[in-house]
Antibody, heavy 115, light 106 residues
Framework: QVQLQESGPGLVKPSETLSLTCFVS????????WTWIRQPPGKGLEWIGY???????KYNPSLNSRVTISVDTSKNQFSLRLTSVTAADTAVYYC?????????WGQGILVTVSS | DIQMTQSPSSLSASIGDRVTITCQAS??????VTWYQKKPGKAPKLLIY???NVETGVPSRFSGGGSGTDFTFSIRSLQPEDIATYYC?????????FGQGTKVEI
């Protein structure tokens, strides 16, 4: 059974870096692409980007200069790094498997950007 | 970016009603559309992929259709557990984009 679990700080200060990790169990991280998606409070879903175990990445141009998604195959996990955060980055962040249709998701982690 | 214009933004229906939601893409995306159900505090659940294919384990009252730029999602007989927000999503191009969501209420 494939399971994804996000982890990381729930509170980040403005201008600092948001860092989240998604641990994958029940599947090898080398087999698929892995994606981050977020949902600001009261708003819709936004695709952030994906990573493959080969290191191949693709990001949303709206975040391109601030986002890095990486993979650690030894730990079967992948990570999101978003720099220079503002209140607009406050959201529930989800990790998911795949690049186009997302069957498996983490439960989501709320990250609040506030001083 | 491909814009996905979803309507209505909300609707109220009765148990047993047929509910239909539409999504219009800003450019031709073939049949590369999925539909998700989102409940508060839960991750989205994939219901439909490739515009009309029902995901394994999803009740048959859910259906989807369309191609090109115009897509529909229907619930044949609304059940209490279907109260949620529904989103379309395109994967015809990057970045992947979602519709604004349709909140379905009783």
């Amino acid at each position: 059974q494939v399971q994804l679990q996000e982890s990381g700080p729930g509170l980040v200060k403005p201008s600092e870096t948001l860092s989240l990790t998604c641990f994958v169990s029940g599947d090898s991280i080398t087999s698929y692409y892995w994606t981050w998606i977020r949902q600001p409070p009261g708003k819709g879903l936004e695709w952030i980007g994906y990573v493959h175990s080969s290191g191949n990445t693709k990001y949303n141009p709206s975040l391109n200069s601030r986002v890095t998604i990486s993979v650690d195959t030894s730990k079967n996990q992948f990570s999101l790094r978003l720099t220079s955060v503002t209140a607009a980055d406050t959201a529930v962040y989800y990790c998911a498997r795949g690049t186009h249709r997302f069957v498996y998701w983490g439960q989501g982690i709320l990250v609040t950007v506030s001083s | 970016d491909i814009q996905m214009t979803q309507s209505p933004s909300s609707l109220s229906a009765s148990i047993g009603d047929r509910v239909t939601i539409t999504c219009q893409a800003s450019q031709d995306i073939n049949y590369f559309v999925t539909w998700y159900q989102k409940k508060p505090g839960k991750a989205p659940k994939l219901l439909i992929y490739d515009a009309s294919n029902v995901e394994t384990g999803v009740p048959s009252r859910f259906s989807g259709g369309g191609s090109g730029t115009d897509f529909t999602f229907s619930i044949r007989s609304l059940q209490p557990e279907d109260i949620a927000t529904y989103y379309c999503q395109q994967y015809g191009d990057f970045p992947r984009t979602f519709g604004q969501g349709t909140k379905v209420e009783i």
